[in-house]
């Protein structure tokens, strides 16, 4: 093959042979500059393009691996620049079943039951406990949902102001929640376990989502303000707002919530056409 045609790599310092192209290295590289600047002189031709193309070689490994380390430099900024409680956030914005549950801490699903459509504009989320589930399940109508939590036996339900269950023990009532008429909604529940300093992503839902404490305090942010909840005060978000929560105080937050949303759209999803103001952190 004429040597125009082939491009060769300079010999290898320890055995003498001369490398296959394909295993020109970076130390045969640093051969070849030695040879460049103090070494033996290359002779023609061959001296000539082997500095060419090593010199070519070296640019586009350099070139690939100045990419790789700003890749990786900016990654940890990132990283360094990210709380822990931003990475623990993960399960919260988008809450996991809890058949997959592996912690306490996080948000789980428990369930989520097809509710229909309401005749009303607003509705009201009822919640009793039970000493057992068979008692709960016999209490239970349509609209209903029974569900061990935070230590209980709960019946949650979905309907109008002042309705109560034949049994159990009146826990709350929480409400107006807005719903449209026309709507077929979904009540999904969920148990939120949070230390303190942890917070959601940015997200929405497409109805109203409330929740009841029964330990700890949480600071929800939209674009109307802020509301604080904790035990004897619930917290209550039309559907589609914006919003970021945090948990504040200095205790874990324990809490049952409820997103009552439209069955036709996903549950929830992020929220990135507003920015929070950090309104919960003064």
Sequence with gaps: MNIRNRPVCPPD?????????????????????RDAGNGPPLSGRVATMERSFNMKRLVNWSERYLVEVLAISVWSLVSMGTSDSALAQKGFAGCLPVSERTAEIGCWILASE???????????????????????EKAKERTG???????????????????????????????????????KYVAQYM??????????????????????TEGGE????????????????SVIVPGGQPMRLSVTGTEQ??????????????????????????????
């Design 13 to 33: 310092p320890k055995s003498g042979r001369r490398l296959a192209t394909s295993h020109c290295s970076l130390r045969t590289m640093s051969v070849l500059f």
């Design 114 to 136: 097809p509710v229909g459509q309401f005749s009303a504009n607003s509705v009201f989320w009822h919640l009793d406990k039970f000493s057992t589930i068979a008692l709960a």
């Design 145 to 183: 949902t029974v569900l061990p939590a935070l230590g209980k036996v709960w019946l949650l339900t979905i309907a109008e102001a002042g309705w109560r269950p034949k049994g159990g023990e009146r826990v709350a009532e929480i409400g107006p929640l807005p719903v449209s008429a026309d709507t």
């Design 191 to 212: 148990e939120a376990i949070m230390n303190p300093g942890m917070e959601t992503r940015l997200h929405r839902h497409p109805g109203p989502e409330a929740w009841h």
């Design 218 to 233: 949480t600071c929800l942010e939209t674009p109307e303000g802020k509301q604080v909840g904790k035990k004897g005060v």
């Design 253 to 282: 937050r324990r809490s049952l919530v409820l997103v009552l949303y439209d069955a036709s759209q996903p549950w929830m999803t992020m929220a990135s056409d507003w920015t929070a103001k950090g309104l919960c952190g003064k």
